[in-house]
């Protein structure tokens, strides 16, 4: 006789919680998940890009033969089941100002594990840009984090298994979901909100503002469709119409420690200037918006279980790189909550638990 599937509730549906809400339904588990209606959660914000380069040292990112041999199928796979495209794959180029910013990507891009990754491109640099040279970055691309998390919502909603609504379980286990429903695990995929929450707030996070601009690019630029990378980005977003003048997202920077969602127009400007000052044209402002990623100092995520409260999880803390780290960690939390399998220690958060207090 088949046991029964477990009832789970996944508290929060940014990038994290559709991503573990997904695998958990592919592992047999019946799924609630709860989404509370934000709008300036790092995941209604995020650009997505997913880059193997961590650009200081030119080194690879860590864990990456973990994830960019696989990030490509596995959101494919979700394209699939949820009938809904959200990946692009444009060519990432690196833009070189200086000669010994190229000479550096060169030696690199001979080296081991760096030159399965960085090549030359045949795309020809803007015309207005002030690079000298250029590099192309392989299995780069981007996640359409807001496509992805709607159609992710839209497929529980269809079943009867979305809340549109913040739940905060006061009680122990077995869990009652505001329509009476039983549950035996909570998961909470909350993002920067943890902050507030006395179950899990003694992990130590570090959150990271972060801006990012839709423009549009006078037509004299005509940047080819990639994704352009200076010390800022560009991704290209799809036209709205034939004749409409293409659209890019432009970002991004970091706050330190700084939590606020409101927009300044220093900052915008900021972006604006310095993107001129390598791309030759002054991209044409349309939307500002900024959120808080939820990082962690070490970055390495949050994962497993409470201290004390056996049926209350965690998948937290995917930071500036969560698009690429969900591909990876939503399958292995998955398995461990369902199947006890272990997780990596460097993100099990049994490695904080005697901090708490
Ligand atoms: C400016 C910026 C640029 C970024 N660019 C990139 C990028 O290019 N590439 C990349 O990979 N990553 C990028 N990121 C990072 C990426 O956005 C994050 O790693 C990821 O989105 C985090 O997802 P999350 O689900 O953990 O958190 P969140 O997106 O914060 O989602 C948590 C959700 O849970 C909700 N919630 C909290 N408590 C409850 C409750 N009790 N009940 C119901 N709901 C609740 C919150 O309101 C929120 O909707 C960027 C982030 C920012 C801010």
Redesign the pocket.
Known sequence: MRATPPNIAV????????TLALELEKAGAHVYL???G?TT??????????NPIVPKGVRMTWQWERMFPNWLRYYREWELVLQTPFIDSHELIQLHLHPDHYQEWETKSQEQPQSQFIGHTQQEIPAHSRALYSHAVGLSG??D?QAFCHATRSHFAKKGQLHD????PQTGPPFTLPLGQPVSHVV??????LLQ?PLWNWLPMHP?????LTVSIPSAALLPMAIWKSKQWLVPLKRLANNSEPMWLL??NFHKGDLSTETRIEDAESLLDETEAWLGVRPHLLEHR?????TVGSRRPYLGQHPQLANRWI????????????SWLAPLMAQHLIEGCELPKEVNIERHWQEQP
């Open positions: 508290l929060g549906a940014g990038l994290a919680g559709c709860f989404h509370d934000s959660s790092s995941s209604d914000v995020a650009a997505g890009l997913i981007r996640l984090v609504q913040r739940w905060e909470y995929c909350q993002g920067i909100q929450n990271t503002g972060g801006d990012i970002g991004s900024r959120a808080v990623r939820p998948f937290n803390g995917l930071g500036s790189k969560g698009s690429a780290l969900a």
